[in-house]
Structures are given as structure tokens and as C-alpha cells.
């Protein structure tokens, strides 16, 4: 059973607004409602109190005013769903990742809302606004760590796109800081992170390692907003490759080859070229596309409209990179996604290509999923192989499944990955890690 605390009051202060801690959950509830999702076969729902139809009409509307507001309309206005209170759409703002951007078109005036709902996404935008800092400091210190060994550091999704891209850094919210080394020097960094106090999760020389900065506590503070001291990590790669459900790996290309400098945030910082930035994106979008967040969605378009406008030049070198690297049909889903939200974003010569590449089942998957959707109910046949093309493919998936730690790493015990699996099958569901 769930604690009392899951009927949360919203605490207000004399003007109105709401306290700076009124969405907090204290550890032992947090951990009962993941302990709840779990025994649901849905690991990932957390909100026994909000109907899943609900939360899912506030995530299409959300999706709705995003769409008008980035096409340029005016006058847009978020509404409540039938049956939808503010709590329900604060909580599919918070799952969409589009929380704190609501709480900023609502204070610049580009969108409208009843009272209680601007109220609840100011509070996201508050919160944001003190945790993108934290995660900044946190990373300029990282990176003054390793510059004195003479490592070189590029800094990827969302660390790197917010500062470029976005109206306000905080609108783009983050759990983690994702940088690649070369791999070199993968393993001086791990000593050098260990000795100033760096907790790693899991192995600390690997492909992709964990680390929790010195005093950090990882466990989150809500499960309705990016709490602003929510704590976080870096995922330190040494590539940019990225695994898809054991069906295939994709490779980009050389972190070396791929990086420009970047010395407005320090000497030893280095970023994507355009191109690897809008593909390596594009690739982590659709890979998430079961668990799909629009902000990614929406970041890939600002990405494009800002780096590839319509009659750039640009767009031939990111089609020979998608080419070169054959990973065009993994990059389908998020470029049609973003179509999706404005229509001619995306330039039809490599819209074309994408969709000639992707073979049928990843198409069919494809034309039933909307920017806005999160999908954590049941996973059907084709969904669980949007992947794989031909028999072997198909075995490599299946033997993914069979075996999750068989082709890339997890920090999680295998007993709690199957004891995830078991809710799954027992609730009628089915699903990978």
C-alpha cells in the first residue's frame, strides 16, 4: 500500500504562489511508488492517483500548444483536459520534460493558462532555474580537474545544446551531464574523478561510466518536477557509438574527428561539429522512443531550424555523415518525429532517404506515434523488434532480451531486471530493460 503522501496538498505562500517545496516527497514514499510501478508491470508510471487516459490527453495537449507556439502562432492557450487538474498536467509536463519551457512561454506571455496550472509550471521553471546552475558549476569543475593532465572533454546532448539553443539555459532540464573522452585517456580520468572524490556506479573504466560528484545525493527529491536539488551525474563515454537493443551498434564516427573547440566554457572543452550534433541527438531520440520525452523532440527541431535552415548547404553534410555511418534508418524516427511537430523542418531529400532505409516494420511502428507520446503500457511483437531487419537481427534481439547484459552494460541486478520482467508477463505486458 502507498503512503498517505501520495495525496500531496500544494502548499501556498501569502502571495499566492506555491512554496518552493510543495511538490517534495520524502525518500521512503518515492521508494514505495517504485516499488508500486514495479508490482503494476509499468517500472517506469509513478502516479497511482492520475489514470493513465488522463495523464496521456495532457501529454497531447501539451503537444498541441508546442506545436502552434514553435509554427509562430499567437494567443495559445494550455487547457485542461476533461477530468485533468493542474496536478495531472504539472505531472505530464514533468514526464515530457517540457515543464520548465511551459513555466517559460507562460512567463514571457507566449501561452496562457488557468491560474492553478501557471502557477504549478512557475514552480517548474523555479526549480529549474536553480538546478541548470548547479549542473553547470558541476561540470566547469570537472572540467578544471582534467585540464592540468591535458585531457581533452566533449560535451554532448543536453549540457551542450541548453547554453546554445534554448531561450534560457533552464528550460532544458537534465539528470545527467554526458561527456565522450578519447579513449586513451579513459582511464587516467577515472583515476583522477576517483581521487578528488567522484563515486563511480558500476565499473569505473568501461564504455560508458558513471560518476556521482563529491557530495552529491543522487536519490530525487520529487517524482513531479526537476527538483532544483535533485542530484545528478556524469556519463562519461568513449564514443559516441550507442547500442540498439542488441541488434545493431551504431557508429558516428571518431569522437577526435567529430569535436571542435569550445573555449568559452574552458581550454580543454570541446563540442560537436553541426552535423555529428544533429545526428548523435537524432540517434538518442529515437532510440528513446518507447520512452519518448518531447523536449527532445523539440530540441532536435531547434537544433535544425538554428543549424540547417532551409536552403543551407549543411544538410549535404549531414546526409553523407547519416550515409557514411549507415545509420540512417536509426535516425528515422526522430527526424519524422520532428516533421511531425512543424511540418518542413526536415529537408525532403533526407526525409526521403531516411524513410527508404527504415524497412517496413520501423514505419509501421512509426506512423502510430506522435511527438507528445509516452508509451509505458503494453509493447506489442513489432515494437519490441522495431530494430531488426531479417531472421538474424531478429535472433540478435531476442537473445537481448534473453540475456540484457549480454550486449551492453547495466549497472542493475540481473535478479531485479527479471523480477521487472515477471511483473510484466503477469500484468499481460511485455518489454526489454
Not at 581533452?152 to 528550460?171: E, H, L, N, Q
Not at 518531447?294 to 549531414?318: H, K, M, N
Not at 529537408?347 to 520501423?362: C, K, T
Request: glycine fraction near 6%.
Amino acid at each position: 500500500m502507498l503512503p498517505e503522501s501520495r495525496k500531496l496538498r500544494l502548499l501556498t505562500a501569502d502571495d499566492g504562489a506555491l512554496q518552493f517545496n510543495a511538490l517534495d516527497l520524502a525518500e521512503p514514499d518515492i521508494r514505495a511508488r517504485f516499488d508500486w510501478a514495479v508490482r503494476q508491470g509499468r517500472p517506469f508510471y509513478l502516479w497511482p492517483e492520475l489514470p493513465i487516459h488522463v495523464w496521456r490527453a495532457c501529454l497531447f495537449e501539451i503537444e498541441r500548444t508546442t506545436i502552434q507556439i514553435l509554427a509562430g502562432a499567437k494567443d495559445v492557450a494550455l487547457r485542461l483536459p476533461p477530468d485533468a487538474a493542474a496536478r495531472a498536467m504539472g505531472i505530464a509536463a514533468f514526464t515530457s520534460g517540457m515543464g520548465p519551457l511551459l513555466g517559460y512561454w507562460l512567463e514571457t506571455k507566449t501561452l496562457k493558462s488557468d491560474r492553478e496550472t501557471e502557477r504549478l509550471l512557475a514552480l517548474h521553471l523555479a526549480h529549474a532555474r536553480v538546478h541548470a546552475p548547479r549542473l553547470k558549476n558541476g561540470l566547469v569543475e570537472l572540467l578544471r580537474l582534467l585540464a592540468p593532465s591535458g585531457i581533452p572533454v566533449t560535451v554532448i546532448k543536453g549540457a551542450a545544446t541548453s547554453p546554445v539553443y534554448f531561450p534560457d539555459p533552464a528550460v532544458r532540464p537534465a539528470a545527467d551531464i554526458d561527456i565522450v573522452l578519447h579513449r586513451a585517456d579513459v582511464r587516467k580520468a577515472a583515476g583522477l574523478l576517483a581521487d578528488a572524490g567522484y563515486r563511480s556506479i558500476g565499473p569505473a573504466v568501461a564504455s560508458k561510466s558513471e560518476w556521482i560528484p563529491p557530495g552529491i545525493d543522487r536519490n530525487p527529491r520529487s517524482l513531479e518536477l526537476m527538483h532544483a536539488e535533485s542530484g545528478y551525474v556524469f556519463d562519461v563515454h568513449d564514443s559516441l557509438d550507442r547500442n540498439f537493443d542488441g541488434v545493431e551498434t551504431t557508429r558516428l564516427g571518431r569522437i577526435e574527428a567529430l569535436s571542435v573547440a569550445w573555449p568559452e566554457l574552458a581550454p580543454n572543452a570541446f563540442r560537436l561539429q553541426t552535423a555529428a550534433n544533429a545526428a548523435l541527438l537524432a540517434l538518442h531520440t529515437s532510440h528513446e522512443w518507447h520512452r519518448l520525452q518531447l523536449i527532445r523532440v523539440a530540441e532536435l527541431l531547434l537544433v535544425l531550424r538554428r543549424d540547417f535552415p532551409r536552403d543551407s548547404t549543411g544538410w549535404g553534410t549531414l546526409i553523407a555523415l547519416l550515409e557514411r555511418s549507415r545509420t540512417e534508418r536509426f535516425a528515422y524516427p526522430a527526424f519524422e518525429l520532428v516533421e511531425r511537430l512543424v511540418p518542413g523542418t526536415v529537408h525532403p531529400g533526407l526525409r526521403r532517404r531516411l524513410a527508404a532505409r527504415a524497412g517496413p516494420r520501423l514505419v509501421r511502428v512509426m506512423s502510430t506515434l506522435r511527438p507528445g507520446d509516452q508509451r509505458f503500457e503494453r509493447t506489442t511483437l513489432d515494437e519490441s523488434l522495431i530494430w531488426a531487419i531479417g531472421p538474424w537481427q531478429v535472433f540478435r534481439r531476442f537473445l537481448d532480451v534473453a540475456m540484457p547484459i549480454r550486449s551492453r552494460r547495466t549497472d542493475r541486478p540481473i535478479h531485479a531486471i527479471y523480477r521487472e520482467r515477471l511483473f510484466r508477463i503477469l500484468r499481460g505486458r511485455v518489454g526489454g530493460t
